[in-house]
């Protein structure tokens, strides 16, 4: 007789990984379904000069901790693909790639789930879902009616500035992606716009030490997800935050970046612009002066010998600022030729076949990882339970909580038979690593 794993893990990411590392720990039998290779979002929708927000020190998975000599420094996204391939070969994660889930559905009996994959099925009575909340781009409605002479692209396709036609660029969106791709498009020389929003920003260092070293101490990350969802359900995204060093929207301006407003969309061919970006300066401001001021209280109470406040010169630069503003541009006067949307990502769920797991948009309906479905669980999604949470070094503790409520599912419910088998495929295929 066919028999379920245990588990059946969606995505070997490193939500994926840190969560089959915790269910090998707890003796679970299962099995981590692949796309492609380990960490394919980092491999392929990453730009060349793309380092990782997080410390070496915070990018931790599950039962490891750092040994090397540059605990303030910043992987590469590809040698973050070699930390988390090696990782799944020291543990021996039953990994098998290249196995893409194309439908999750409820068996029909009690507690089991199928899943349909490129290399045949298997049913598990848990189903993990890690396959990431962003890696699929968004653009506003407004991208349908741009120039068709233009080149759009979202910041997953961006690689560097050689890769673009010549001519002037323009970047919409001023988060992460948004800001680190207009200073590396400007930094190669490149005429930038960039189309501002309403989004707070962050020292990349500050008092001695990098901002993620003080925010885990502080406390910043465990702050939980209903102390910052706002009165309409939103939740602000992570702010603007230079990967090695400070950038903010003045530091962008005075290396030559055009800022314009948010975009509001096309106009008698024009691309048109809100005249708001005084107001997106002092939003960011304001976030850096509120993170710096939580900080400066936390060592107050716990570090008196913490070194001083030293300005940082990416926040105290004056921006250069058009004047007056620019509210539309003419693709064709200001040699426009490409559009990179740093608009947002969401996740691709389309393979979820299950009721009570994705909301109208598609996208989870979970809490903590939790799902109306018994047995179906997200994992690595931003915000879930506490601002930690879709951060690497956040997903040891979202690991463990998800596994002991596996457990304790088994044990609520002991006539579950546990022993894992494959249906419809070589078991050697769900073996690759």
């Not at 893990?9 to 099995?31: D, F, M, P, Q, T």
């Not at 070969?89 to 889930?101: D, E, G, K, S």
């Not at 602000?236 to 003045?250: D, F, K, N, V, Y």
Request: with cysteine.
């Amino acid at each position: 007789m066919i028999r379920p794993f245990d588990a059946a893990v969606i995505g070997a990411g490193w939500a994926g990984l840190g969560v089959s590392y915790v269910l090998a720990k707890a003796g679970l039998s299962h099995r981590v379904l692949e796309r492609g290779r380990i960490g394919e979002t980092w491999l392929t929708q990453r730009w060349d000069s793309f380092h990782l927000n997080t410390t070496k020190s915070l990018t931790l998975m599950p039962g490891s901790r750092y040994e090397g000599s540059d605990p303030e420094g910043f992987f590469t996204h590809e040698e973050f693909v070699d930390l988390l391939e090696e990782y799944a070969r020291v543990h021996r994660l039953p990994v098998a790639i290249n196995t893409a889930v194309t439908a999750l559905t409820r068996d029909g009996k009690a507690g089991i789930y199928r899943l349909i994959t490129s290399a045949g099925e298997l049913t598990a009575r848990a189903v993990i879902i890690a396959s990431g909340s962003l890696n699929c781009a968004r653009r506003p409605e407004a991208a349908r009616a741009l120039p068709p002479h233009l080149l759009q692209i979202d910041s997953s396709v961006y690689r560097n500035p050689q890769t673009l036609p010549a001519g002037a660029v323009l970047v919409v969106g001023s988060a992460q992606s948004g800001g680190q791709i207009a200073e590396d498009l400007v930094m190669a020389g490149r005429t930038v716009f960039l189309s501002t929003g309403r989004t707070g920003r962050k020292p990349r260092r500050y008092r001695g030490h990098d901002i993620g070293f003080w925010e885990r101490e502080s406390g910043l990350f465990d702050v939980p997800r209903k102390d910052f969802v706002g009165p309409d359900g939103r939740i602000a995204g992570r702010p603007l935050l230079g990967a090695l060093h400070t950038i903010s929207l003045q530091s962008l301006s005075a290396q030559g970046v055009v800022l314009l407003g948010r975009f509001t969309g096309i106009a008698n061919g024009r691309l048109t612009f809100a005249d708001d970006v005084h107001e997106c300066l002092r939003l960011g401001d304001e976030v850096s002066a509120r993170t710096r001021q939580h900080i400066d209280d936390y060592i107050g109470r716990n570090c008196p010998d913490a070194p001083p406040s030293i300005d940082d010169p990416a926040e105290t630069v004056a921006p250069r600022l058009p004047d007056p503003p620019i509210l539309s541009l003419d693709p064709s006067a200001h040699h426009l030729t490409t559009v990179i949307w740093c608009t947002g990502l969401k996740g691709d769920y389309s393979f979820v076949q299950v009721p009570g797991v994705l909301n109208a948009h598609g996208q989870p309906l979970e809490s903590e990882g939790l799902t109306e479905a018994p047995g179906v669980y997200f994992a690595g999604v931003d915000f879930s339970s506490t601002r930690k949470s879709g951060t690497i070094f956040g997903i040891a503790e979202e690991a463990h909580r998800l596994v002991d409520h596996i457990i304790a599912r088994r044990r609520d419910h002991p006539q579950f038979d546990l022993d894992g088998r494959f249906t419809n495929c070589d078991v050697a295929c769900w073996l690759q690593s």
